[in-house]
């Protein structure tokens, strides 16, 4: 009967298992997550929510891995209160970055304020490629830190038009033409406008070829019809290995077969998009190579290997003549 009254005090119960080893029931599965960033944090966050402050003492004696995790919690979640019961004497993370990239700007203020700025030069950077217009701002106002021409790149690959307009207006560090290539990349017409109408750095080649890379016909007109730009076999081949019918249409009506080549259909027979494969042949006539045919069959597009087959569209090098011919082609050894 003494035995159970011990078991059942609470305090009594703790004191006696606090000299067995292994880790207590509930933090298993914190123990178990610890190699997976992005779930240990979800896992910790609900840990937290239920047991609070006073358990964390114990759960960094059992598991010592979790004050890493619930430094980053608090960084990322913007929780300042377990901030502030943390240590940071020997975090080796760049928390200013990471808060910055959270838009989590209390933090920030918060670590500066006790001269912590590991990662203090790319916070900037941070803030502009996720869209936090007020840490950006803060840290224009309040730090002298020089920055480069990564800010604006990095908010305009994001399309974060505000955060833009703001670096444009308000900093001298400029761009370089990667902010262009980039917001044609992914689509964000309006960043690639405001960037065509203010700043001088312009683009490369690659702007067109990745808009059509990612099907982003709007961006691909805009190019074409505003900044009178021009378009390579690139532009073509990467089109057509993703299936972009569409952007292939457009291109192939402004300057019939411009770009057109043999990998073009190469890489949508590869990829299995037989009506690039189709419409290749309709309006280019010039077939693919064996990489095209090999790619299908080893993809399983049967229906595209027939097509090739049957419109006589593989070619391969004539050993008599070197050059690329049709199989079946009448060149005769003499």
């Known amino acids: 009967m003494s035995a159970l009254i011990v078991l059942l005090c609470c305090d009594l119960f703790l004191q006696l298992t606090g000299y067995q080893r292994g880790i207590y029931f509930d933090m298993l599965p914190l123990a178990r997550l610890v190699d997976s960033p992005a779930l240990v944090q979800i896992a910790f966050g609900q840990w937290f929510a239920v047991h609070g402050f006073p358990r964390l003492p114990l759960l960094f004696t059992c598991v010592p891995a979790m004050q890493r995790v619930a430094l980053l919690h608090a960084v990322t979640t913007g929780h300042l209160a377990l901030l502030c019961d943390l240590r940071l004497e020997d975090a080796t993370d760049d928390l200013v970055h990471i808060a910055a990239a959270a838009g989590q700007l209390q933090v920030l203020c918060y670590l500066l304020s006790i001269n ?43 399309g974060h038009i505000h955060v833009v307009r703001f670096l444009h207006f308000f900093r001298r560090e400029g761009c370089s033409t990667a902010a262009m290539d980039l917001a044609a990349a992914n689509g964000h017409l309006d960043v690639v406008e405001f960037l065509h109408k203010y700043r001088p750095e312009g683009y490369s080649k690659a702007a067109i070829s990745l808009a059509a890379a990612n099907g982003h016909l709007h961006i691909v007109q805009f190019i074409v019809e505003h900044l009178h730009a021009t378009w390579t076999s690139d532009t073509i081949n990467r089109a057509a290995s993703s299936g972009h019918l569409v952007i292939l249409k457009y291109l192939n009506e402004r300057k019939p077969r411009h770009g057109f080549t043999m990998q073009a259909m190469d890489a949508a027979a590869t990829n299995g998009h037989f009506k690039v ?7 280019g006539r010039i077939g693919c190579t064996e990489e095209g045919e090999a790619g299908a069959i080893e993809n399983g597009h049967l229906d595209i290997v027939n097509f090739l087959h049957r419109h006589g569209l593989v070619h391969s090098t004539c050993c008599v003549c070197g050059y690329m011919k049709p199989r079946g082609h009448g060149c005769r050894s003499t």
């Open 116 to 158: 912590f700025k590991a990662g203090l030069a790319t916070a900037m950077e941070a803030a502009a490629a996720n869209g936090h217009l007020k840490v950006v701002e803060y840290l224009h106002r309040h730090r002298t830190e020089r920055q480069s021409y990564r800010v604006i790149d990095a908010a305009a690959a994001n």
């Open 277 to 283: 494969v189709s419409y290749l042949h309709d309006h």
